[in-house]
């Protein structure tokens, strides 16, 4: 992997999160229940689903992530950040733009079948705007240090920046998944 500017690498995920709060705000906590949990056409996941999906990632990684940045004593900071090979991969794997293929999710992460579709998304509103409070804390943080282990390998680690990176590219999957299942408005002839 090549080092990158931290502080562009930064500033890039929370645009990106940035988006995926104004999308979320703009047009899922706008739709009806019955919308929210209605199940893909074709028996995939409902959009309350999709992103009861990633919440349940964000119960993972967030909390994992603050901890992280706050342990970290007061120091001399990179202003370059080198990813892993394998965050790299899991990046890769997950990102809408070179992550083609379709993965089964970890039982973990399996959302159950949602009855509250309003709560999950005020909940994944909540967690973006967490997530952009880390990326803010990140600035003055060692990206590399207090590795975080994946949620469905434990015994596998990655580090911090590789994992901000990995959940807001998982973040964008899900919520052009959930997109997807958007009614089409009615087009008058």
Avoid at 29 to 40: C, G, R, S
Avoid at 79 to 96: C, D, S
Avoid at 142 to 167: C, E, H, M, Y
Avoid at 175 to 186: G, I, K, S, T, W
Wanted: charge should be neutral; aromatic fraction near 6%; proline fraction near 4%.
């Amino acid at each position: 992997m090549k080092a990158v500017n931290k502080a562009q690498l930064l500033a890039s995920l929370e645009d990106r999160v940035e988006q995926h709060v104004q999308e979320a705000v703009r047009v899922f906590q706008n739709l009806d229940e019955e919308v929210l949990l209605k199940p893909a056409a074709d028996g995939g996941w409902s959009i309350a689903q999709c992103l009861a999906h990633l919440n349940s990632y964000g119960d993972y990684y967030l909390p994992r992530l603050r901890a992280g940045f706050e342990s970290q004593q007061e120091a001399a900071v990179a202003e370059t950040y080198k990813g892993t090979w394998l965050g790299n991969q899991f990046i890769r794997m997950m990102a809408p733009e070179t992550g083609r293929k379709k993965y089964k999710a970890a039982k973990i992460h399996l959302p159950k079948e949602a009855t509250q579709g309003q709560a999950i998304v005020r909940e994944f509103i909540r967690q973006q705007e967490e997530l952009l409070l880390l990326l803010r804390q990140a600035h003055k943080a060692d990206l590399d240090a207090n590795k975080i282990p994946v949620s469905v390998l434990t015994w596998l680690r990655l580090k911090p920046g590789d994992v901000l990176q990995f959940v807001v590219a998982h973040n964008e999957r899900h919520m052009l998944q959930a997109e997807r299942n958007l009614p089409v408005p009615d087009v008058a002839v």
